[in-house]
């Protein structure tokens, strides 16, 4: 009998007769029965779920993916891990400064994205999570995004997570806390150092209050080969309580990284709470490892300026070694350094970010540079720029007579010596330039196209315009003549006065919807023929769309 089928007259006997029995019984009676028919059911559900189980088990033991070798099933997670990797650093990079979420206010256990693929793996069945765990390089790398810093088991999780990975496997760690969190979150180092016997790449981006218990410490970090470091905010209290650590300190210096044999490249940067502390009286000097280990320096934003706390003398100290430099420059102060020159005899790639153009002009008059092959020169502001930082460039290229091979320049483009400057570079093969305004890359774009022999090694052209607007953003125009002649395409020999094979363009909408139509139909012709062209728009709210595809209609892609 079914649910909706009305008894038949058997039926209704029968439970006539059970209605008069359990009527005539006493009420303990019957509680004590209702009691064992609720037992009895309990204990059919329990084997209900046991018997699911075992049935899922089997299923699982049975499906084609268990029966794979444990070593292929680890070579799928990998690859799993890899590119879901990639996206969950994209989608906590682009949404670090959004509003958190009330249910999961740091971003633990709120969605495919927001989670560790690692994680995702161990939630699927027991054998998945076991071969995940047994997965020892699995676990060798370790991003962590901190958000609210309101979840208060990151120092547990971090030591779970770097447990799977073994005793022995390098480690590359990635942590990430925002301005203001340093207090909730200090306690989150304590869960990374015990393993810094197995550290290979430390990037920290988080407040001095997270990363004070690293510093004060001597750490054996035998393996360690590289270190970003970008504290994202200094206060006055906060440097109060390190300069607290007199015990930790041996003739002024931090010996955080002095037992790093392999570490050779250091990224550090720092910005600076401006209203409660004054950036003097912090020097990551402090910390730098061993002069004749480092071959990579990067000091970016308020880290380090050569005019002043001796950094002419510092650099002196580390020129012999060093392949790469990033520097930030500051116009010379009364109180600075006197600047002497330097010789750097191994550099490689320099790259020099100033607020103004004349901060660098004494840096670079400075510098002797026999080896340089890469220079990447910026201008924070936006502003006009005269022709001395470039002459100072220009005789610095002369005394050091190297030859580059690629340059980069953002902002850095009004000045009427440039294209002197790049008319000298024959050998250059990759060329970068930037501007906030579209419009400013014109004048380089008329230099090149006017001037077809010019550059004659160049393979890589970058014109990256932003998304600002200017007063009428005019089109650019030339960008046709450039490729004429220049071009090399798949299968021919090269141009007349080049091998040019990639073209990269940034404009805004404004100046592309004012481009000349049978220029874009050139450049699409191009494409066409196997040129590697890459053209992408700026709109308004700040979107990047790829227009290549569609130079002829003029309709976007977003990206």
């Not at 899922?56 to 099933?73: N, V, Y």
């Not at 092959?373 to 220009?394: G, L, P, R, V």
């Not at 220049?486 to 299968?491: E, F, H, I, K, Y």
Request: charged share 20%; net charge negative.
């Amino acid at each position: 009998m079914s649910a909706s089928d009305p008894p038949d007259e058997i039926e209704k006997h029968a439970i006539s007769e059970r209605w008069r029995t359990f009527s005539s019984l006493p009420t303990t009676q019957l509680r004590a029965i209702l009691t064992q028919e609720q037992i009895d059911i309990h204990i059919l559900r329990d084997k209900l779920s046991t018997a699911e189980k075992k049935v899922a088990m089997i299923k699982t033991i049975l499906s084609p993916f268990s029966r794979l070798p444990q070593e292929l099933i680890s070579e799928i997670f990998h690859f799993y891990c890899a590119t879901q990797g990639v996206i969950y650093d994209a989608f906590q990079k682009r949404n670090s400064r959004t509003r958190p979420s009330k249910v999961d206010p740091d971003r633990i256990v709120s969605g495919v994205f927001t989670i560790p693929p690692q994680m995702i793996l161990t939630q699927i069945c027991s054998y998945w999570r076991t071969v995940a765990h047994e997965t020892r390089s699995l676990w060798t790398n370790l991003t962590v995004y901190i958000q609210t810093g309101k979840f208060t088991h990151h120092e547990q999780l971090i030591e779970n997570w770097l447990n799977h990975s073994g005793q022995n496997m390098p480690l590359d760690i990635f942590l990430s806390v925002p301005k203001g969190k340093g207090q909730v979150t200090k306690s989150i180092m304590l869960g990374i150092i015990p393993f810094a016997n197995r550290w290979r790449r430390l990037e920290l981006s988080a407040p001095f209050q997270t990363i004070r218990p690293l510093l004060i410490r001597t750490l054996d970090a035998p393996l360690l080969e590289h270190v970003r470091m970008n504290i994202c905010h200094i206060t006055e209290s906060s440097m109060l309580a390190y300069s607290m650590d007199v015990t930790f300190v041996s003739d002024g210096y931090y010996p955080a990284f002095h037992n790093a044999p392999k570490l050779h490249s250091f990224d550090c940067g720092a910005i600076f709470d401006p209203d409660t502390y004054h950036e003097d009286t912090f020097s990551f000097l402090t910390i730098l490892p061993q002069p004749q280990q480092l071959t990579r320096l990067a000091m970016n934003g308020n880290a380090f300026v050569p005019s002043i706390s001796g950094g002419f003398s510092l650099l002196g100290v580390y020129a012999h070694t060093l392949v790469s430099l990033s520097i930030h420059v500051s116009r010379e102060t009364p109180d600075a350094e006197a600047p002497f020159p330097l010789t750097f005899p191994q550099l490689r790639s320099l790259s020099v970010v100033a607020s103004f153009p004349f901060d660098g002009d004494h840096f670079f008059e400075q510098l002797t540079l026999p080896v340089l092959e890469t220079f990447e020169f910026t201008i924070e502001k936006d502003c006009f720029m005269n022709d001395q930082a470039y002459t100072k460039i220009i005789d610095m290229q002369a005394r050091s007579s190297f030859v580059l091979k690629e340059i980069a320049i953002c902002n850095a483009l009004n000045a009427s010596n440039l294209c002197t400057f790049l008319e000298m570079q024959n050998s250059l093969r990759r060329l970068s330039l930037s501007a906030l305004h579209s419009c400013k890359l014109q004048n380089v774009v008329s230099w090149l196209s006017d001037k077809p022999s010019a550059l004659p090694c160049l393979q890589e052209l970058h014109l990256l315009g932003g998304q600002l607007k200017m007063g009428s953003e005019d089109p650019w125009k030339g960008l046709e003549d450039i490729m004429h002649g220049r071009a090399q395409l798949p299968g021919e020999p090269m141009g007349v006065y080049g091998n040019l094979q990639l073209l990269d363009i940034r404009m805004s909408k404004t100046a592309f919807g004012r481009m000349d139509q049978d220029e874009l139909n050139s450049l699409q012709q191009y494409r066409d023929l196997g040129l590697d062209i890459r053209f992408h728009i700026w709109l308004s709210n700040g979107t990047l769309v790829d227009a290549v595809d569609h130079l002829a209609s003029r309709t976007f892609t977003p990206i």
